[in-house]
């Protein structure tokens, strides 16, 4: 018997459901009817497609289903992904009111999402995501992209999905690599604007680890209240959504710099929050909990070797950058982050330094 919760995130007209539950793809929930033409093409990759596939595939019974698998990692969030996409959508004649699928993780999610963008200037898509990265994070939230060899996620838009099913018991396949990636957004969430659900982390991590199913559970609903009360907020990141970046701006850097799939993009987060809370100056004792959490989680908290001209140059293309200034995001303290372009430069230098 499937259990199920369900999150609104609310923007009027392009309000969706997030449904967080588990049996969800063996019929738990009618994916169908947020298929609302005749034809829906069904995006995954060649790591989840065999998984899954069959599972998905007779809720969709009575439309017309194509289906692609892309090559997986982030090494091919590319454009020439996204071609494939649109390749097939043209190939097929596919309509206006076509749906897309993106089922699997976060780099599906983002590549399938930025096609449906694009495709005759925007068709409607469903997030299926099956990593925990992705249920707690990439999938909620309408950003879509690929990256650019000079700088990820550079080129992208924004476009809301039209339901995002979150089925837990994909989980159970997932790597404890990849599980403890998605723990560093989880654990974001009670860093930037929940002390008592950082609290709740400290207490359950085991659980989480062990991939106990209602601790997950929690944890996904979590974090997904928080991202959909931020982007009900903030769509298009003009202010508070870009807290949603603590520690992005040190951790893009270091993927890009480490070469794409080397660290993954939790792994590469953790060090980097560490360090944006080093950059902030909160308190000692919170700093140590910050690092002793992300350590019990599994995940880096210090940053591979990276010369301090080269951090700058990279980081100089981050998204936030305004006015030729880098902002940031950082800590008045645990569960209370701001957005800022003025910081301390020495401590920034100390921050890189100590990182090479
Ligand atoms: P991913 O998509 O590369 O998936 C990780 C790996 O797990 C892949 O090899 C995949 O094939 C495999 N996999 C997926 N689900 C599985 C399952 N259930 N069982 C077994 N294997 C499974 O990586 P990710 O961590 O999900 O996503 C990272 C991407 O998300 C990055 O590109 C990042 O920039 C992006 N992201 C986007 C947003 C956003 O708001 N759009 C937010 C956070 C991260
Ligand atoms: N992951 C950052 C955002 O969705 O805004």
Same mark, same amino acid.
């Given at each position: 018997m499937s259990t199920q919760h369900k999150i609104t995130v609310e923007l009027?007209?392009?309000?969706?459901?997030?449904?967080?539950?588990?049996?969800?793809?063996?019929?738990?929930?009618?994916?169908?009817?947020?298929? $609302?033409?005749?034809?829906?093409?069904?995006?995954?990759? =060649?790591?989840? =497609?065999?998984?899954? $596939?069959?599972?998905?595939?007779?809720?969709?019974d009575g439309k017309t289903v194509t289906t692609i698998d892309l090559a997986d990692?982030?090494?091919?969030?590319t454009v020439a992904s996204m071609q494939l996409i649109l390749d097939r959508l043209v190939a097929t004649r596919a309509a206006r009111d076509t749906t897309i699928i993106a089922m699997g993780g976060g780099?599906?999610?983002?590549?399938?999402?930025?096609?449906?963008?694009c495709y005759m200037r925007g068709v409607a898509f469903?997030?299926?995501?099956?990593?925990?990265?992705?249920?707690?994070? =990439? =999938?909620?939230?309408?950003?879509?992209?690929?990256?650019?060899?000079?700088?990820?996620?550079?080129?992208?838009?924004?476009?809301?999905?039209?339901?995002?099913?979150?089925?837990?018991?994909?989980?159970?396949?997932?790597?404890?690599r990849e599980l403890k990636a998605g723990l560093a957004e989880v654990i974001k969430y009670g860093a930037i604007c929940d002390v008592e659900f950082f609290a709740w982390l400290e207490e359950n991590i085991q659980a989480l680890l062990q991939k106990d199913a209602a601790a997950l559970a929690y944890a996904i609903q979590r974090s997904c209240e928080i991202k959909a009360e931020v982007v009900a907020d903030d769509e298009r990141e003009a202010g508070r959504r870009a807290i949603l970046n603590f520690g992005h701006t040190f951790g893009h850097a270091i993927e890009h710099c480490q070469g794409y799939g080397e660290w993954l993009h939790g792994e590469a987060v953790a060090a980097g929050?560490?360090?944006?809370a080093e950059l902030s100056a909160i308190d000692e004792l919170e700093l140590q909990r910050l690092r002793s959490l992300l350590n019990a989680a599994g995940l880096p908290v210090t940053a591979p070797q990276i010369d301090a001209e080269t951090w700058m140059r990279v980081m100089a293309t981050d998204k936030k950058v305004a006015q030729k200034q880098l902002r940031f995001v950082l800590l008045h303290s645990l569960g209370d982050a701001y957005v800022t372009a003025s910081y301390?430069?020495? $401590?920034?230098?100390?921050v890189i330094g100590a990182a090479a």
């Open positions: 009027g007209e392009r309000s969706y459901p997030i449904i967080i539950g588990n049996g969800l793809l063996d019929g738990g929930f009618d994916i169908a009817e947020f298929v $609302r033409g005749p034809d829906c093409l069904i995006v995954s990759d =060649s790591n989840v =497609s065999p998984l899954y $596939r069959d599972r998905i595939l007779p809720n969709l990692g982030e090494s091919h969030k780099v599906v999610g983002d590549i399938t999402g930025f096609a449906a963008a469903i997030q299926i995501p099956t990593t925990l990265l992705a249920q707690v994070d =990439s =999938s909620v939230g309408g950003k879509t992209g690929v990256n650019h060899e000079l700088g990820k996620n550079l080129i992208g838009a924004f476009h809301q999905p039209q339901l995002v099913m979150i089925d837990t018991d994909t989980l159970l396949t997932l790597p404890d929050m560490v360090m944006a301390d430069e020495q $401590r920034l230098q100390a």
